[in-house]
């Protein structure tokens, strides 16, 4: 039986187990990022590629085992928040590159 519940605002709340398995989850993925770099055996390139792979994924570990957010019913409405506030900071961190880049354009 799952230790995981569901209070009554419909947040749910993970188990020690689930908690657990996202710790040693993230501990991995920082671990891999740290290796590549120090071991210097990929090509520059490669070596980002896999840090931001290793990043990307931690994200999604991190969104599951500890914010609990996943495609059921009761998290729906957290996910699309979620989604509202990454297109929201899509456009200011793009609109803020866009003026820099514009600015720069402008000054030289």
């Given at each position: ?16 187990k ?50 609990h ?40």
């Open positions: 039986m799952s230790q995981a519940s569901i209070d009554s605002v419909g947040a749910s709340r993970g188990s020690l689930s908690y657990g398995a996202g710790f040693v989850l993230s501990l991995i993925l920082t671990a891999i990022p740290f290796a590549l770099v120090m071991s210097g055996a990929l090509s520059p390139w490669m070596t980002l590629a896999g840090i931001f792979s290793a990043g990307f994924v931690q994200i999604l570990a991190h969104m599951h085992y500890f914010l957010l996943d495609t059921s019913s009761a998290e729906r409405w957290n996910v699309v928040a979620l989604m509202f506030t990454l297109v929201i900071m899509a456009l200011f961190v793009g609109g803020s590159i866009w003026i820099m880049y514009d600015l720069y354009y402008r000054m030289m």
